[in-house]
T-cell receptor, first 114, second 114 residues
Framework: AQSVAQPEDQVNVAEGNPLTVKCTYSVSGNPYLFWYVQYPNRGLQFLLKYITGDNLVKGSYGFEAEFNKSQTSFHLKKPSALVSDSALYFCAVRDDGSARQLTFGSGTQLTVLP | DVKVTQSSRYLVKRTGEKVFLECVQDMDHENMFWYRQDPGLGLRLIYFSYDVKMKEKGDIPEGYSVSREKKERFSLILESASTNQTSMYLC?????????????FGPGTRLLVL
């Protein structure tokens, strides 16, 4: 079975400060990990993914995520937050061995304060 | 760019009505998915399809059916709408063959069942 947890429903950060949105996962094999962002009344937009290789993955809009196998985490980060980064963020995981579908977390609402 | 379109952005239906939600993608993707999104629950998979005329149940298929007669089109059907099916419905598509393939989402249909 595969699962993903986003422990924070809401994250607030001041503009210009670094931001982190947390994600932990559980799989039986090796994970494929994804981050998506959703702006109000829109579908999900792909930000980045980890498949294999370098643990630090760079994605769209200056976001990056660090894969940590020992902590089973894939936290989303950005060095300097913008007000326009305010949105709902979803982490998703797929087990490379057996799963045919993505499992999504419950989402984290990021608010960047001016 | 991949484009996934959904037939309606907003829909209001009455209890017991038959509801059709349509999704079209223009990138010749083999895989198509239907999710529903509810606050605090993230995205939950209803049905998916890996080929024309082929379908598989996701995590919450009860009360729903699907149809995929053409590669580019995947329809979600609510045979008899109920108030607990009020939700945001998201369609997605991806290439087949690899579990790491990114899913691309449509803008969503917000359905209200009265």
């Amino acid at each position: 079975a595969q699962s993903v947890a986003q422990p924070e429903d809401q994250v607030n950060v001041a503009e210009g400060n670094p931001l982190t949105v947390k994600c932990t996962y559980s799989v039986s094999g090796n994970p494929y990990l994804f981050w998506y962002v959703q702006y109000p009344n829109r579908g999900l937009q792909f930000l980045l993914k980890y498949i294999t290789g370098d643990n630090l993955v760079k994605g769209s809009y200056g976001f990056e995520a660090e894969f940590n196998k020992s902590q089973t985490s894939f936290h989303l980060k950005k060095p300097s937050a913008l007000v326009s980064d305010s949105a709902l963020y979803f982490c998703a995981v797929r087990d490379d061995g057996s799963a045919r579908q993505l499992t999504f977390g419950s989402g984290t609402q990021l608010t960047v304060l001016p | 760019d991949v484009k996934v379109t959904q037939s309606s952005r907003y829909l209001v239906k009455r209890t017991g009505e038959k509801v059709f939600l349509e999704c079209v993608q223009d990138m010749d993707h083999e895989n198509m998915f239907w999710y529903r999104q509810d606050p605090g629950l993230g995205l939950r998979l209803i049905y998916f399809s890996y080929d024309v005329k082929m379908k598989e149940k996701g995590d919450i298929p009860e009360g729903y059916s699907v149809s995929r007669e053409k590669k580019e089109r995947f329809s979600l059907i609510l045979e008899s709408a109920s108030t607990n099916q009020t939700s945001m419905y998201l369609c997605a598509s991806s290439l087949s063959g690899h579990h790491q393939e990114t899913q691309y989402f449509g803008p969503g249909t917000r359905l209200l069942v009265l």
